[in-house]
């Protein structure tokens, strides 16, 4: 079975810093999606960011990239330039490439933006 | 971009009593939905796998009997909290897939009283 491992419960930034997020983990699959989610105190799931598998290049959006090591399983989310805004929980997820599959998610990572 | 809506936000029933969320997928049609269930300051769980025109697949430890899942439309599924207790006070969230990404809805805050 998939596993999704994130290891740092709470995580804090100055505003204007960059912050990198930890997330590994476990599969026996070759192709599958990586995503990373964000909830906001409205408990609304964000989609951050996603990572397919087959894709070497690490995917970026604007201020959000992720460093994506297939080989060690590992999934890391960075944010650069931190807003207040962007205090939230993070969830790494998990999913295999068939469209209709289930995502598995970590345990999450509590960011707090330090003004 | 697609859209998942989810329906009431926030419940609250007597002890006993069956409350029924809706989620509906408003511009694509979702032949499979997922509900989760999340405790405070958890991570979401998985509790069952919503087919439309076909049994739900729950996952190990969700009883079914308690847990209806109802997906009688290629846009629309149903989780129905029968005889709810106390322990049942959850956030559901439920959430469709449109090719590689996932959808979800706003959740839905159940008290039982």
Known sequence: ?115 | GAVVSQHPSRVICKSGTSVKIECRSLDFQATTMFWYRQFPKQSLMLMATSNEGSKATYEQGVEKDKFLINHASLTLSTLTVTSAHPEDSSFYICSARRQSEAFFGQGTRLTVV
């Open chain 1, 1 to 115: 079975a998939q596993t999704v491992t994130q290891s740092q419960p709470e995580m804090s930034v100055q505003e204007a810093e960059t912050v990198t997020l930890s997330c590994t983990y476990d599969t026996s699959e070759s192709d599958y999606y990586l995503f990373w989610y964000k909830q906001p105190p409205s408990r609304q799931m964000i989609l951050v960011i996603r990572q397919e598998a087959y894709k070497q290049q690490n995917a970026t959006e604007n201020r959000f990239s992720v460093n994506f090591q297939k080989a060690a399983k590992s999934f890391s989310l960075k944010i650069s330039d931190s807003q207040l805004g962007d205090a939230a929980m993070y969830f790494c997820a998990y999913s295999t490439f068939f469209g209709n599959e289930k995502l598995t998610f970590g345990t999450g990572t509590r960011l707090t933006i330090i003004p």
